[in-house]
């Protein structure tokens, strides 16, 4: 299968039904996410566009790979392979059912480190063949471009800021799987910055939550970083000069104080590309869509500054704001599952032989056509 192929297609007899549901009709899906360090399992039922969260379980990888700073590809796969039947087992016992309950599995298919990936995909892969049930191979950026309905109801379209330790990206979100990418970062994700200057600073793993708390304590007026891409006339953004200059200064850094200096300049260096890039972003957005909504999703909406900074900036242009409530906003199965009945819903279902992908841009057309980054063997970034 080539590396660009559609991982959905009408509904598929290898994986069960036959037609698509009726309109309106309620869809229990399970969703199943392994792309990192969290191994998640999560049952949501989806009503005419309104989803319930039946149960959402996450096992965290944290401790496993504290001592390195980061996490080891290796042993996340191995920790998905141990833990992904208990943990999908304890998602349908607290939401009360059996496999005969559901409507669909929902596996998320990349990006992601690959490994873990085959993980959660090839049980989805076995659980939808020995249960008779549809499989849905979800993008995992797909899921967190719809987190934001899992705490309320969205209508599409919206413009949408994706930001995590992987990804930064603003999006036409006009609904599942139909998205244009209006901007990306041509280098580094704002999350992969908070992590690397965390280590830096000796905060440890995981990097950007300590960095968000150890700023609390700062003020980072004294300490001046360097503000990329000022003038561009695109909404991409830029973190790697920040990550050195704010990297360099950390060597220099002798108390406590200066750390939480350090922390509280780059997290509002971080804040403010997000929403200078965004403002571009909404304006322009505003000139064509009456309806007028900013949605921040991914695990860096959690940061309680960036959150409050995107919410003021959308104020600012007459846009609403929606972030996903704090537990949906970094890695869960949940929004997994969502997007996996959004897709049933739709009528679509993927073959029992789909990969899994290291790479998945949610504008596929626009990442090869007019890529963030050169792509590689594994296809393009974004």
């Not at 819903?345 to 790479?359: E, F, K, M, W, Y």
Request: net charge negative; aromatic share 4%; with cysteine.
């Amino acid at each position: 299968m080539e590396m660009s192929a559609d991982y959905s297609s009408r509904p598929s007899a290898a994986t069960g039904r036959d037609v698509p549901p009726r309109p309106g009709e309620a869809l229990t899906v399970l969703g199943l996410e392994t792309s990192c360090d969290e191994t998640a399992a999560s049952v949501v039922r989806l009503t005419a566009g309104r989803a319930k969260v039946l149960s959402s379980v996450v096992h965290s990888q944290i401790d496993d790979h504290a001592a390195y700073g980061g996490v080891v590809p290796e042993i996340a796969a191995r920790s998905h392979v141990e833990m992904i039947a208990e943990v999908t087992r304890r998602a349908m016992a607290e939401a009360g059912m059996g496999y005969d309950g559901l409507d669909g599995i929902a596996a998320t298919a990349g990006p992601g480190l690959v490994g873990g990936v085959m993980v959660g995909l090839s049980f989805g892969k076995a659980a939808a063949l020995a249960r008779g049930l549809p499989l849905v191979a979800v993008n995992h950026l797909e899921g967190h471009a719809v987190s934001a309905r899992l705490g309320a109801e969205v209508a599409y379209p919206f413009l949408l800021l994706l930001v995590s330790g992987g990804h930064c990206q603003l999006l036409e979100v006009r609904g599942v799987g139909d998205m244009s990418r209006i901007g990306a970062t041509i280098d580094d994700a704002a999350g992969e910055a908070f992590d690397k200057i965390a280590k830096a600073l000796g905060l440890g793993y995981p990097g950007g939550p300590a960095l968000e708390r150890l700023a609390v304590q700062g003020d980072g007026s004294r300490i001046d970083l360097p503000r990329a891409l000022l003038g561009r006339k695109d909404c991409d953004f830029s973190f790697s000069g920040l990550k050195t200059a704010a990297f360099r200064i950390a060597q220099t850094c002798e108390t406590e104080q200066d750390k939480a200096d350090l922390a509280d300049a780059v997290q509002n260096a971080i804040a403010r590309q997000l929403s200078d890039r965004s403002e571009r972003a909404l304006a322009a957005y505003a000139e064509t869509h009456d309806h007028r909504l900013f949605v921040v999703a991914g695990g860096v909406a959690a940061n309680k500054t960036i959150r409050a900074t995107l919410q003021a900036t959308a104020a600012k242009h007459g846009f609403d704001f929606l972030a996903p409530p704090m537990a949906y906003c970094t890695d869960n199965a949940a929004m997994i599952a969502l997007a996996g009945a959004e897709r049933l819903a739709l009528g679509l279902t993927s073959d029992i032989d789909v990969v899994a992908r290291p790479r998945w841009p949610l504008d596929e057309a626009r990442a090869l056509s007019d890529p963030s980054h050169r792509p590689g063997r594994k296809g393009a970034k974004a």
